[in-house]
């Protein structure tokens, strides 16, 4: 069965501090990966997307990387900014339909105290 | 500005009522697609259209229906909401090429009583 697990589920850390966000799947066969930032009450928004060939990507603070092999991905956030606090996704997709089939994880969900 | 909108963001509604999710983008993509999601879960897809007059249904079953008239525009409606039905509502778009990332409505909060 295709899945998309997250840990941790939730998470506390002050500001200034740098955190990591991990995602294992099992989607197969693999297309993508993207991570997702979802403000309470909002749609997400896309921080990074990952091939197969791509074992790292960073958008500003945000650094993910990709082991296709163990099928694991992380998200890590450098400095961490109060504004950083929301639910992050992590989402896979499969090649094997025209859909480009999504599989969303739960999200982990980050609160940065000050 | 090229974007989504999805109206209302908030509804709270009675049992029984007729509603109509609306969603309308302005990037031209062809594929359109509907979640629900709620507290603390992942999305879930219910339905997804690849281009006008295409509707198709998703993972999730779901008692509403969609309709793909034009490009742009993605409603969704419940012809009788009930209880069960109280979620968030996500829409979202992408381009027809394979591999490139959905495009996120800001969502509706539907509350049924």
């Known amino acids: 069965k295709n899945q998309v697990e997250q840990s941790p589920q939730s998470l506390i850390i002050l500001e200034g501090k740098n955190c990591t966000l991990q995602?294992?799947?099992?989607?197969?066969?693999?297309?993508?990966l993207r991570w997702y930032k979802q403000d309470t009450g909002r749609g997400p928004v896309s921080l990074t997307i990952?091939?197969?060939?791509?074992n790292t990507k960073s958008n500003g603070r945000y650094t993910a990387t990709l082991d296709a092999d163990t099928k694991q991905s992380s998200l890590h956030i450098t400095a961490s900014q109060l504004s950083d606090s929301a639910s992050y996704i992590c989402?896979?997709?499969?090649?094997?339909?025209?859909?480009?089939?999504?599989?969303f994880g739960r999200g982990t969900q980050l609160t940065v105290w000050p | 500005e090229a974007d989504i909108y999805q109206t209302p963001r908030y509804l709270v509604i009675g049992t029984g009522k007729k509603i109509t999710l609306e969603c309308s983008q302005t990037?031209?993509?062809?594929?359109m697609y509907w979640y629900q999601q709620d507290p603390g879960m992942e999305l879930h897809l219910i339905h997804y259209?690849?281009?006008?007059?295409?509707?198709e249904k998703g993972d999730l079953s779901s008692e509403s229906t969609v309709s793909r008239i034009r490009t742009e525009h993605f409603p969704l409606t419940l012809e009788s909401a009930r209880p069960s039905h109280t979620s968030q509502y996500l829409c979202?778009?992408?381009?027809?090429?394979?591999?490139?990332?959905?495009?996120f409505g800001p969502g509706t909060r539907l509350t049924v009583l």
């Open positions: 979202a778009s992408s381009e027809s090429r394979a591999g490139v990332g959905q495009f």
């Open positions: 995602c294992n799947y099992t989607v197969s066969p693999f297309s993508n």
């Open positions: 990952m091939t197969f060939s791509e």
């Open positions: 989402v896979v997709s499969d090649r094997g339909s025209t859909l480009g089939r999504l599989y």
């Open positions: 990037m031209g993509h062809d594929k």
């Open positions: 259209s690849y281009g006008v007059n295409s509707t």
